[in-house]
């Protein structure tokens, strides 16, 4: 009988973690959800589905300790982590003069340093398995810059300099580390972004729409599976054709 993959979404709580959920639920995945202070919206994704497929797990990311626990916790539960995706983040805006460094910290704990921390932890059952996929959400903003987005910038940079020498760590293993870098999607951090700025940066994209977040979540499948062994180290550039 073919095992039953297990997937640890971080910041299954958000917009975009929202509607992953449903695409790998589907796709016959068992589901690790995790969430940070809120899970009313994650309850309500997941309201239908069998507690012996879907646990949540509550967990500060940027605490190691908080992290080892977690994952402990889920292979307990599931017995394996196939699929670790990191979609957890946290967006700051303003000039780098005008910059708190406790902003830069908490930008930089969340985005980096958190999913180093993850994939630190979840590596010891991939490695121990001889399978493993692991996918961080970078962005755009790390590629092509953006006025008042130094710290949101360093972190996504950081995802990409660390995804290529990770990759070369596990290989060998037929585990796989990639990152999607984002465009503008219709989920997520947008929300926050002011009507007015949200039609020009439409009018900046090549397709002259936000993305469809089922797409993301069928790429995210794709890379997540069994027949993308060959494609790691990599960023996968998602974003309309806004940078190529």
Not at 33 to 40: A, D
Not at 152 to 160: E, P, V
Not at 191 to 216: A, F, R, S
């Amino acid at each position: 009988m073919k095992k039953e993959k297990v997937l640890l979404l971080v910041g299954a709580s958000g917009g975009l973690g929202n509607r992953i959920i449903p695409v790998f639920h589907e796709a016959g995945y068992k589901l690790a959800l995790h969430y940070k202070s809120s899970h009313t919206a994650l309850e309500q994704t997941i309201r239908n589905y069998s507690a012996r497929d879907c646990k949540i797990y509550q967990a500060d990311i940027t605490n190691e300790k908080d992290v080892a626990r977690m994952i402990y916790d889920v292979k307990n539960d599931f017995g394996s982590v196939d699929v670790l995706i990191n979609a957890a983040g946290v967006t700051a805006s303003g000039m780098s003069w005008k910059t708190q460094a406790e902003t830069w910290e908490r930008t930089l704990a969340i985005n980096l340093t958190g999913p180093f921390y993850t994939i630190k932890h979840t590596l010891p059952i991939m490695r121990e398995s001889g399978f493993g996929r692991i996918l961080n959400m970078s962005s755009i903003v790390a590629q092509k810059g953006m006025v008042g987005t130094s710290a949101y910038a360093a972190s996504k940079s950081g995802l990409i300099g660390m995804v290529k020498s990770i990759s070369k760590e596990v290989a060998d293993k037929n585990i796989t580390v990639n990152n999607i870098a984002l465009g503008y999607f219709d989920a997520g951090m947008i929300d926050e972004v002011p009507e007015e700025i949200l039609e020009k940066i439409k009018m900046d994209i090549p397709k002259k729409t936000l993305g469809d977040p089922l797409e993301l979540a069928e790429c995210i499948l794709y890379l997540c599976g069994e027949k993308s062994s060959y494609l790691t180290g990599q960023t996968i550039n998602l974003n309309g054709g806004l940078y190529a």
